[in-house]
């Protein structure tokens, strides 16, 4: 995975992420979701906050920006990673996320 000087891992060219689509990057540990929705790009944790579970299992449904969780069902909001239904309550964690040089990159803004 290429990261740039300010700890930015690059996730792919913006031509493999088109809108409606998902692609997955790891930062260290960290697995990140990013998602083209109606052109915009966000990222998540790709982690469900009920139990654990990759969210990139699951189906992005680009009618509505969600995501839902194949374990237990509960939804989540790609723009800001609310929870929209049981068994989560938690959100997901957002990332930031940017396109430099015809990529798209993200990373775990955490310290
Ligand atoms: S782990 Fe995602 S809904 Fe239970």
């Known amino acids: 995975m290429t990261t ?21 990057a790891w930062d260290g540990d960290t697995p990140i979701l990013v998602f083209n929705h109606d052109g915009e790009l966000y990222a998540l944790e790709d982690r469900c906050s009920h139990e654990d579970f990759e ?22 909001d790609v723009r800001d990673g609310r929870a929209l239904c049981a068994p989560a309550y938690e959100p997901a964690i957002k990332f930031p996320v940017k396109v430099h040089d015809g990529a798209v990159w993200t990373r775990d803004d955490r310290d």
């Open 4 to 24: 740039d000087t300010e700890g930015w891992v690059r996730v792919c060219a913006t031509s493999e992420l088109l809108p409606g689509e998902m692609q997955t």
């Open 55 to 76: 969210l990139s299992a699951g189906e992005f449904d680009p009618a509505t920006g969600t995501i839902e969780c194949v374990l237990h069902g509960a939804k989540f």
